[in-house]
């Protein structure tokens, strides 16, 4: 089998071509090209295509991809909201993705976003570099018995959840599904958690029901001050409605 790389980093070739000693069938070519409709066609004559979540595997792509003979498109991430699954299907490509994505890191990763931005640790950083000691405009709030509110509570999501649990915070979460291991959060509707949450983190899948969930109704029932975590998908928030909302002074961070 022949695999070729897009957008590959150094980490993708050191960790694959040491693997590769173990299997002498399969041959790959790492790029730092980005995969799009105009360099698909470097895909030509190999079995699989590799690419990140920032892809754009639309219907050119995948057409360029058929053409060029590829029949597997795999997927270093969890989601495949960039991916046309209709026509990967009508060519017969198929589409793997690896549904466990480091769930603990993209976690710890959202909560040193929630700390960050509270103990304003980018300022202070900057402030230093100034020989500016002072402590003015550096104040947080502590997380000890606030309300975390946790949106999606899929592998990540239940990962921060249980993060938030253990800074001593109240958890609230909103899913369709009840994560059955998170027996301490309490599952509550989405307009409670906004009304209830002093942070809230987003962990879900970009869906035609969720695209822009954040906006200026979402935001306008969410406490002042609150701390707006997302690690999961751009299209989850309203740009220019969150920009209006931070203008607003309706966001801590």
């Not at 709030?141 to 649990?165: D, E, P």
């Not at 979402?218 to 975590?229: H, N, R, T, W």
Request: glycine share 8%.
């Amino acid at each position: 089998m022949k695999i070729i790389f897009f957008d590959s980093k150094s980490y993708d070739k050191e960790s694959f071509t040491k693997e590769l000693v173990n299997y002498p069938d399969i041959e790959v070519k790492f790029l730092k090209t980005e995969l799009t409709p105009f360099t698909a066609e470097l895909a030509h004559g190999y079995d699989a295509v590799w690419a990140f979540v920032s892809a754009d595997i639309s219907n050119d792509t995948i057409e360029v991809l058929n053409m060029c003979g590829v029949k597997l498109i795999l997927l270093r991430c969890a989601g495949f909201n960039n991916v046309e699954m209709e026509t990967a299907k009508r060519f017969g490509i198929r589409v793997f993705r690896v549904p466990g994505y480091s769930p603990e890191a993209v976690a710890e990763h959202a909560m040193a976003l929630a700390l960050a931005v509270n103990r304003h640790l980018h300022k202070a950083y900057v402030k230093v570099r100034e020989n500016d000691f002072s402590l003015s405009g550096l104040l947080g709030v502590n997380l000890f018995h606030k309300t975390a509110g946790i949106v999606g509570t899929g592998r990540i999501g239940a990962a921060m959840a249980r993060i938030c649990h253990g800074f001593g915070m109240k958890v609230l979460a909103t899913d369709v599904y009840h994560n059955p291991s998170l027996d301490f959060a309490e599952y509550v509707d989405f307009d409670t958690l906004l009304h209830e949450a002093d942070l809230i983190s987003l962990h879900c899948p970009m869906t035609e029901e969720n695209h822009h969930m954040i906006n200026l109704d979402s935001i306008a029932k969410m406490k002042d001050g609150v701390i707006l975590v997302n690690t999961s998908r751009g299209g989850l928030i309203k740009t220019d409605d969150l920009i209006q909302g931070i203008r607003d002074g309706k966001f801590f961070a």
